[in-house]
């Protein structure tokens, strides 16, 4: 069992930032796939960034997001960041962090994979 606790979303005025924070139980860390998802409301959730840990890390972004936000993770913290920079009014949403502990070859770059969430944190973005 994973326990994901989020932390750090907010209301912010277009242009801003944020960075959005998520820490892990568990003793395997560096092993999951971690992955911020966002919903906003009427739509599907939907990965945003994702990062796995092999020789070096290795990150996934969604178009609408590149070259925005970006994603890290300590794994001696347990711990995986969200910074989220230039923000829009379309990325208001709900944020989840959520980790996929059985991934494999590229699955971790689907949202299926993931098996463990977070509560959630708001991220508004006003114009």
């Known amino acids: 069992q994973v326990q994901l606790v989020e932390s750090g979303g907010g209301l912010v005025q277009a242009g801003g930032s944020l960075r959005l924070s998520c820490t892990a139980s568990?003793?395997?860390?560096?092993?999951?796939?971690m992955g911020w998802f966002s919903q906003a409301p009427g739509k599907e959730r939907e990965l945003v960034a994702a990062?796995?840990?092999?020789?070096?890390?290795?990150?996934y972004y969604a178009d609408s997001v590149k070259g925005r936000f970006t994603i890290s993770r300590d794994n001696a913290k347990n711990t995986v960041y969200l910074q989220m920079n230039s923000l829009k009014p379309e990325d208001t949403a709900v944020y989840y962090c959520a980790a996929a502990t059985s991934w494999y070859g590229s699955s971790w770059k689907r949202r299926d994979e993931y098996d463990y969430w977070g509560q959630g944190t708001q991220v508004t973005v006003s114009s």
């Open positions: 990062a796995i840990t092999r020789s070096k890390l290795s990150t």
């Open positions: 568990g003793r395997t860390f560096s092993s999951y796939a």
